[in-house]
């Protein structure tokens, strides 16, 4: 993992009568030692949506020690992040109350972290082959899963990233609608010939992910295609790096994605394996009745980066 350079200015802090004498003081460490030159991020509405107020940034001092001082009375999201040794380190904590006066202190524990639109590339041109294994009960089935940054489309007002999805020899066709940048990732619509999904809100994460922490979206599932609105509850988080093998290649640190997806009373999980700078080399899915596997065979990032193995282009 390359060494991550970061310049940031510690914004200015406004005081705006009583209501903004609140002080917040926060202590990053990792592996129990202070971290001196950490970035701290107190966030006053996480997510995706516009902040009613500005983000606000500082960096550690010696002792590990980064203050706020005037902050406006609040609930906030607080962010730790540096890179150590080459390795990128990181926290979260949410539900910080800061009060009107008086002052609040939270310690923030590093645990290696990765950047998620780092191992979730969507440049332009960029493909994806996949084999695909289905199991359940005692048979098992096996296609082709072709993935391709086709586009961009507009979902709410936002510009988004349309990914063509195909299944092969059966011919099944798809369009994923997704973001990820330095804010995050966040899916917004999956569209069928005979149906379209909208998630409202959009699935959406935050762009540091430390190991551990844990993110909760709440969202419905709205269907085009007249099948009642569901509500649905997924819990993600990086559950550690492991080492994969796939057709396309062994990597030695794939960050490890772990999904819970609860809808209507039904439990499925999903676990990703991602690979900096590749994107998804493994994914299984399982519930009470199948598992399914799908393992990178070929990929291409961007235009005029050369793929490991040839991609062949996806079915029409």
Known sequence: MHIRRLTLLLLPVFICGSAMAGDLKCLVTQAGAPVTGAI?????????????????????????????????????????????????????????????????????????AILIHEYMPLARNSAWQYGVSHTEGRTTTTWTRRERVAGTGVVGGETVTVVSVTSVPAGD???????????????????????TLTYDPP????????????????????????????????????????RVTAPAGTFADCARLEFIFEVDGRTDKQ??????????????????????????????????????VPVRPPAP
């Open 40 to 112: 701290v991020m107190l966030d006053p509405g996480p997510g995706r949506g516009p902040r009613a107020l500005p983000l606000l940034l500082g960096r550690t001092n010696a002792d590990g020690i980064c203050e706020f001082t005037g902050v406006a009375a609040g609930e906030y999201q607080v962010r730790a992040s540096a890179t150590i040794g080459g390795t990128l380190y990181g926290a979260i904590q949410d539900a910080v109350t800061i009060g009107a006066t008086g002052g609040e202190s939270v310690e923030l524990s590093m645990t290696r």
């Open 173 to 195: 066709a798809m369009k994923q609608f997704v973001s990820s940048t330095d804010k995050g990732y966040a899916f917004y619509r999956e569209g069928r010939a005979t149906d």
């Open 203 to 242: 699935l959406a994460i935050g762009d540091l992910c430390p190991v551990g922490y844990e993110w909760t979206i709440e969202s419905t599932l709205n269907h085009t295609d007249g099948t009642p609105d569901e509500r649905m509850t997924l819990r993600c988080k990086i559950g550690g790096f492991d």
């Open 271 to 308: 676990t990703m394996w991602l690979a900096e700078g590749v994107g998804n080399v493994r994914v299984v899915e399982k519930d009470a009745e199948r598992r399914q596997e799908r393992l990178l065979e070929e990929y291409r990032i961007g235009r005029g980066l050369r793929p490991r």
